[in-house]
């Protein structure tokens, strides 16, 4: 490659790493850390981690309507302000249940409702017992590490961060070899 | 898109999209066009901080009644910028000029 475009090359590399530098620094900057925290989520305590053994066969569960309702009657009380009024009948569980995440090796039911804090209600296959009851951080961590609590098309924000690191990536080591290379 | 979202964009995007052009050939600007860059990039660059962490905690939704939330999440790093351009201009032209600058009457 001669002088000019090498130089033209070079200048191009320094102002793309530039302006994607600043421009994305808080955003990567947020999606780095909420990356690491949900690495960690257990450790910071954003994802409860409930020790159980299973107290019956699987098949003397209680079926999935009880147990949702069971999850919606133990956090009713617990409902923070604005966040909808949990119904307890089959209606309210289907409305305010976002997933229900069955565990029969350790003998349990992970009952997550559809609030702001994505209250999580550990209930017993069988006995229907309560065993933990607590907010999922890491729930919304993801959506924001990702850009979707924004909105659906806020993912874009999260890709334009991920090809602006590649960039950076890509003009950073040109910027570091390419005044080294022999001419 | 709610005003809020829009003043998130612009704080991330457009107000360090200006520093950086307010930052060209900086030498060369006014003592009041330097003063208003660095308070301006000293303001945002501090405004990010409680902006990331009032994004991330507590790792629950915003509400739409949250207001300090809100408002540090959505419009401090826009909102800091120009106000710390303006100190940064209102110290500079305060300040005497630096000695190199000074006439010999001043010295």
Known sequence: MSAAPRQRLARGAFYAHLWLGVLFTVVLAVISLTGVALNHKRGLGLMPDVGHEPTAPFAAALPLDSLARIALAAAAPHAADGDPPAATDAA???ASVDRMDVRPRDGYVKVRLRDAASTEVTVDLASGRVLHMGAR???FLERLHSGEVFGDGWVLLSDAG???LVVLLATGYWLWLAP???R | MTPGRVALLLGLFAVPAVLLWAGHRLRRRS?????????AVLAHTLASLPAMAAAMWPPVEW?????????AGFWLMLLAAPAGAALGYLRARRAPPPAFQRTTRQR
Do not use: I, N, Q, S
């Open chain 2, 63 to 71: 509400g739409a009644g949250d207001r300090w939330r809100g408002l």
């Open chain 1, 162 to 164: 991920a090809v602006a």
């Open chain 1, 180 to 182: 080294k290379r022999p």
């Open chain 2, 31 to 39: 003592a009041g066009w330097r003063g208003a860059f660095w308070g």
């Open chain 1, 137 to 139: 951080g890491d729930v």
């Open chain 1, 92 to 94: 309210g569980a289907v």
